[in-house]
């Protein structure tokens, strides 16, 4: 044990911001500026203005407002009205549109012809969109939607890639009152009306079909279906991204945007719905998650310009599709004056390292990915500096899960070494983040960086107490704005309630593992839904994969804790293995050995089975639960969602084991 008087070294970080970069930063100026205006500490740098933030809710977010001059066409009564977790009510009184904030620098004239979108699909050329020109777009779009019947409440949906026309479509409904909803094309008929059909759209804008992977994907037969399946629909908006015609009675995208009308932008409530996000849904129906337009505003605000330090002269690229919440994350770059790097395509295409290809190609200063990618250039040999130009890139920011350790290491040995790296967490339910971007604070290898403003986040054992250097669920104890104002068709609230405050009532619990160190940072482990529970000892999954994954044999992996009924505990790992890789012996040997020294001897798994691949869910998350229940010998179509699978075929392999274990 460490004496009071001798405390443990603390581990060298891996990369430090110099005292330049922490000046200009852009939190660094908000905090001088927020403790001359609203008493923010002046002195103790970001810990010291997080912990003001979380003990003055109402006067921070008050600050953030201000700072970023939010327009409120009327003005507000209270900051926070109703602290109460679910239910919290904010700016109660204030109008404003979130369009009207994506679309502000169009008004400067200096600024009006400079590039809001670049759009790159898998030739890798970017095009370029002005704001001048996507609010003209967007103008016209509105008007258009107005004409059509489009009312403040009515939901447009899109199934859509990541392309202009979707950012425009997004921006045309927010600026009506409309509530947006997106998919990507690649998802199948199921697994969109499982989505649309409960928020009953009234326009839907589509594409004829996609390219991905260097191959054209045709989606008419699915438009088609949906078209069928969406009685609500008034019309039916046809995006030629592969050259046909409109079908009959669908509307022209180019007709609909081709006028020069001036954009008209509904002041709406602060906590009217601005879109409608979902859930995995891999057991049941997704949630259909409801965010509103003043909640969003201020997080993404607050997010994307304090916390990733995006601003005028930034680029802003983050690899993501229309299905995913970074999507709509990636769209609120606008906000502040930031470029918006939109590709339309395979991450891999025409080779793994093809993403570093667009962030040179776009100058890309934020580059976000998922935690998975950076791991399979790892894996595949890339080099990403040799290859490329990346010297305008501050920050490569990684989420989807944990950014493993070696993961850090090898965007600093293969980017740069003065390389910003932010691993960053959060989630669908509130389109933002718990954790993650600081640019004023060290990095440590495996951690992210610290919990994000406003967010009282904190590691609680079973009995609700908080704990520090140890894991614990995660939890939020205070409201954020973007939490969800409501799940649609939850007329009583009881689903929403379950999903978040079961656990521990008036408090959010998330379903993630966390420790949070003694120096402030995060670290996560891992859906605590899915939790391994050996001997009475806790563990997360993610801690298994990234050693089990840091082998070159291994391409992926799953790993199941299962109760049995006499008692016992069975606890399976699947390997998919790498090409030319035999699951063998040695190779058994050298997981256990690998799991046993870098882990300890009780995750080391029961039994080693090679598994054809890894199922997972159609934004790209590994499925724990629903194999589970297959293991304990669950029907399929009762244990999963089958709308929500990236490949049904996959979990008859899990099916199989169960029938032969029962």
Known sequence: MTSAAHPAPQPEPLWQPDS??????????????AAERYGAPAEGGYPALHRWSVAELDTFWQAVADWFDIRFSSPYEAVLADRTMPG?????????????????????????????????????????????????????LAAELRALGVRPGDRVSGYLPNVPQAVTALLASAAVGAVWTSCAPDFGARSVLDRFQQ??????????GYRYGGK??????????????????????HIPLLG????????????????????????VPFDHPLWVLYSSG????????????????????????????????????????????????????LL?????????????????????????????????????YVMACRKAEVHPAREHDLSRIKCVATTGSPLPPDGFRWLHDEVREDLWIASVSGGTDVCSCFAGAVPTLPVHIG?????????????????????????????????????????????????YRDSYFDMFPGVWRHGDWITLTDRGSVIIHGRSDSTLNRQGVRMGSADIYEVVERLSEIRESLVIGLEEPDGGYWMPLFVHLAEGAVLDESLRTKIKQAIREQLSPRHVPDEIIEAPGVPRTLTGKRIEVPVKRLLQGTALDKAVNPGSVDNLDLLRFYEDIARKRA
């Open 88 to 140: 919290a009510r904010w700016f109660p009184g204030a109008t404003l549109n979130y369009a009207e904030h994506a679309l502000r620098t169009a008004e400067d004239s200096a600024r009006a012809d400079t590039p809001a979108l670049l759009h790159v699909d898998e030739t890798h050329e970017p095009v370029e969109i002005s704001w001048s020109e996507l609010r003209r777009q967007v103008g016209s």
């Open 447 to 495: 951690e992210l960086q610290a919990p994000c403003l406003g967010t009282d986040l904190q590691a609680w054992d079973p009995q609700g107490r908080a704990v520090t250097g140890e894991v614990g669920e995660l939890v939020v104890t205070n409201p954020m704005p973007s939490m969800p104002i409501r799940f649609w068709n939850d007329p009583d609230g009881s689903r």
């Open 20 to 33: 330049d970069r922490i000046a200009a930063a852009r939190i660094t100026r908000f905090q001088a500026w």
């Open 216 to 237: 054209e994907h045709d989606r008419t037969d699915v438009v088609a279906e949906l078209r069928r399946e969406l009685p609500t629909l008034r019309a039916v908006v």
């Open 199 to 208: 928020v009953e759209p009234v326009v839907l804008f589509t594409v004829d």
């Open 282 to 333: 891999t057991t049941g129906l997704p949630k259909a998650i409801v965010q509103s337009q003043g909640g969003i505003l201020l997080e993404h605000f607050k997010q994307l310009g304090l916390h990733c330090d995006l601003g005028p002269e930034d680029r802003f690229f983050w690899y993501t599709s229309t299905g995913w919440m970074m999507w709509n994350f990636l769209v609120s770059g």
């Open 336 to 372: 502040t004056g930031t470029t918006v790097v939109l590709y339309d395509g395979s991450p891999g295409f025409p080779d793994t390292g093809a993403q570093w290809g667009v962030a040179e190609r776009t100058g890309a200063t934020l580059f976000g990915t998922s935690a998975a």
């Open 244 to 267: 046909t015609p409109a079908p009959e009675g669908t509307l022209e995208w180019s007709a609909l945007t081709s006028a020069d009308t001036e954009p008209v932008f509904e002041q």
